[in-house]
């Protein structure tokens, strides 16, 4: 199941022919540039690469209209001055007399992607496509938009395929408005976008692009909006909106296709932009879209103005797309007070929507923002001149050196070897380790074994490993303590058990239990109990605990390795939720990851196995409300952590405890 790309040179065959500052930025570059990056670094031979056809009519008219769709038609033939004047009655966007030719281009691939994603031939990809598509109208070009590629595209899937739910996921630096126009009363289309807004005073400047815009009639719910009021947001604040607004409502409203409007001007150096967010961000907002709708994911290219941030961007992504492993998330300092008031206020506007937000803070007080001014001044005054964008440097993308093996297996041997993995053998060296802890000298495998793959993970020689053990529980300290002892900071995530394993090693390692019978209280800051009442079995509870505070955390803390251990008792987290939980977990420590799992759960190796190799998780269908016991305990086990875990946060009256960030540092070891 590969990635598919989609590009014709043919689209950068049209350029602005007159002075127009406002239209200058959408250049042929931006495509040679981005296709040209893809060719060097080896990833465009790993895609499958499908040629473009040009949209039907049919097509076209899923979206637009008879009339606009005739007079665009009519371009090709204008002499330059009519060319003017045709864009001219709309906003920011020129016209050449082969913009017809490469809008249908762009809106054909845009269709293409989806039948190679829908019919299988391929899992997911990218469509890298000028003109772009979101601003584009019904019958309005817009922001050098012709056709709406994207909306055509979720609209074609629904009608050829039968799909039923799209989720289209907006992060190009501007509102889509023309997506929201398309879908905002139709509850099967969910569109999410995040976008410079600063209040009204950014382009297109529109009201309907603020959070209150929530969708209409039976739509409602269903329009999903997140203004940056402030430019310069990090990749904190990026990932926050992730974990506390769209991950949780995606998972919940379950779509059958994702479309993403993968516009890059949202990455740190773009002069549209202006924010701050580095160009590895998008391994992870890929990556944490690619384990919903069974992993058909299509993109299509929107935005992006800096050649180097917007080529860098389409590396990293199209890297994720293909399965390699993402990059540690570094630095995230949490998110800042802007950002966390629009995060608070799209929750609380879309808490009588998703259930998952039902628990969600109440509209904060109004002028908030006024209070906030002073402390966001600092991030305002870099931005000042307006200039900024030009002079910021940025360190490139980590180049990934893939491991020679993706996942080891360390099973019974009667067992057969999982597609994609390597079975490892057993440690030819003598057990001593082992007797002298008194493990378990029969248990397969041996305790050498485990710590051996420890170090090949930390040597980088295996990405991640899936062991059967006799005593999980037993297991963990040894494995925690080699790590450890490699100056490695673990992440220890249980899933069932009764008590977390005794005897973990507390120096660089945190530890998160999510059980039934976990402890209210936490015992101390290495170790967080995540307890659900009603069970593993209840999904919704078990995805809230993961998106509001499992991942949160996990991000923050950024581990070097994670161990993944199901402890007996985790019986009622269902295949799915448990395949989920793998997949995304993979997103940290380089997709450094050892699962342990209990002797006796052998009908886990098979999908463990494979979600290590990068295969999508099931979904994990409509989620119902979650119990109520439950979320309010998550909430309360949130609000607790804030103090000292900043993704945690969700809005921004959170008063920063006093001894904020002391705690945290002495776990990250600073
Ligand atoms: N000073 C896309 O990113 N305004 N469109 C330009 C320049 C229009 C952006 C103003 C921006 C359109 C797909
Ligand atoms: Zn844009």
């Given at each position: 199941m590969g990635t598919a790309l989609l590009y014709d040179e043919e689209m950068t065959r049209y350029k602005l022919l007159w002075l127009d500052p406002d239209c200058e930025l959408e250049r042929p570059e931006r495509l040679t540039a981005s296709h040209e990056a893809l060719v060097s670094c080896g990833l465009a031979a790993r895609c499958v690469s499908i040629p473009v056809r040009q949209a039907t009519d049919d097509d076209i008219l899923l979206i637009h209209s008879e009339q606009y769709l005739e007079a665009v038609k009519t371009t090709p033939y204008m002499t330059l001055e009519d060319l003017r004047e045709f864009a001219l009655q709309y906003g920011d966007v020129y016209f050449h007399p082969n913009s017809y030719h490469c809008a249908t281009l762009a809106a054909g691939a845009a269709v293409q992607l989806v039948d190679a994603v829908m019919t299988g031939r391929v899992r997911n990809g990218l469509a890298l496509v000028r003109p772009p598509g979101h601003h584009s109208m019904r019958s309005a070009a817009n922001g050098f938009c012709v056709f709406n590629n994207v909306a055509i595209a979720a609209k074609y899937a629904q009608q050829k395929y039968g799909v039923q739910r799209v989720l289209i996921v907006d992060w190009?630096?501007?509102?889509g408005q023309g997506v929201q126009y398309a879908f905002e009363d139709d509850p099967s289309v969910l569109y999410f976008s995040w976008h410079r807004y600063e209040h009204q005073k950014f382009w297109p400047g529109l009201r309907e692009s603020d959070y209150d815009n929530v969708g209409k009639d039976k739509g409602a719910g269903f329009n999903i909006n997140v203004p940056?009021?402030?430019?310069?947001?990090?990749n904190s604040d990026y990932l926050a909106v992730f974990f506390h607004v769209l991950l949780p409502v995606a998972y919940e409203f379950c779509p059958d296709l994702v479309l993403v409007c993968a516009g890059f001007d949202s990455a740190i150096g773009d002069p549209e932009g202006e924010m701050c967010a580095t160009p590895d961000i998008f391994a992870h907002l890929t990556h944490l879209l690619m384990n919903l709708a069974g992993g058909k994911l299509c993109l299509m290219l929107e935005g992006g103005y800096n050649l180097t941030s917007l080529s860098q961007s389409v590396c990293v992504t199209v890297r994720t797309l293909l399965g390699d492993p993402a990059p540690r998330p570094a630095n995230l300092q949490g998110p800042c007070q802007s950002a966390l008031e629009s995060i608070q206020c799209v929750r609380a506007a879309h808490r009588n929507s998703w259930s998952c937000l039902e628990?969600?803070?109440?509209?904060?007080?109004?002028q908030i923002s006024t209070k906030l001014e002073e402390k966001e001044k600092e991030k305002e005054d870099k931005f000042e001149s307006g200039e900024a964008a030009d002079g910021i440097t940025w360190p490139e993308p980590h180049a990934c050196v893939l491991p020679p093996v993706r996942t080891a297996v360390l099973i019974p041997e009667e067992m057969a070897c999982p597609d994609g993995c390597k079975r490892s053998n057993l440690s030819q060296h003598a057990d001593s380790l082992a007797e002298k802890e008194d493990f378990d000298g029969d248990a397969v495998p041996t305790l050498s074994s485990l710590t051996e793959l420890v170090g090949k993970m930390e040597k980088n020689e295996i990405c991640n490993a899936l062991a059967v053990v006799g005593d999980v529980s037993m297991a963990m300290a040894p494995v925690m303590q080699r790590a450890t002892a490699l100056k490695q900071r673990v992440l220890g995530v249980c899933v069932g058990g009764t008590e977390v394993p005794s005897h973990l090693p507390e120096d660089g390692t945190l530890t998160v239990h999510i059980s039934k019978?976990?402890?209210?209280?936490?015992?101390?800051?290495?170790s967080i109990p995540v307890r659900l009442k009603s069970g593993l079995g209840d999904t919704s509870g078990f995805a809230q605990a993961i998106f509001s505070v499992l991942l949160p955390l996990a991000y923050e803390y950024d581990p070097a390795l994670v161990l993944l251990a199901r402890l007996p008792g985790a019986g009622g987290l269902g295949g799915g939720a448990w395949q989920q939980l793998v997949g995304l977990l993979r997103g940290l420590a380089w997709g450094h990851m050892l699962v342990l799992v209990q002797e006796g759960d052998e009908a886990l190796v098979t999908p463990t196995a494979s979600s290590l190799c990068g295969s999508p998780a099931p979904p994990l269908g409509?989620?119902?409300?979650?119990v109520v016991e439950d979320v309010e305990a998550v909430e309360r086990l949130r609000v607790r952590l804030q103090a000292d875990w900043m993704l945690l946060r969700t809005s921004a009256e959170c008063k920063m405890a006093v001894s904020s960030g002391t705690s945290r540092s002495c776990l990250l070891g600073t």
């Open positions: 190009d630096i501007h509102h940056w009021n402030k430019v310069g947001m990090q628990h969600a803070a109440r509209a904060p007080p109004s019978e976990a402890p209210e209280e936490p015992r101390c800051k290495h409509r989620l119902p409300a979650p």
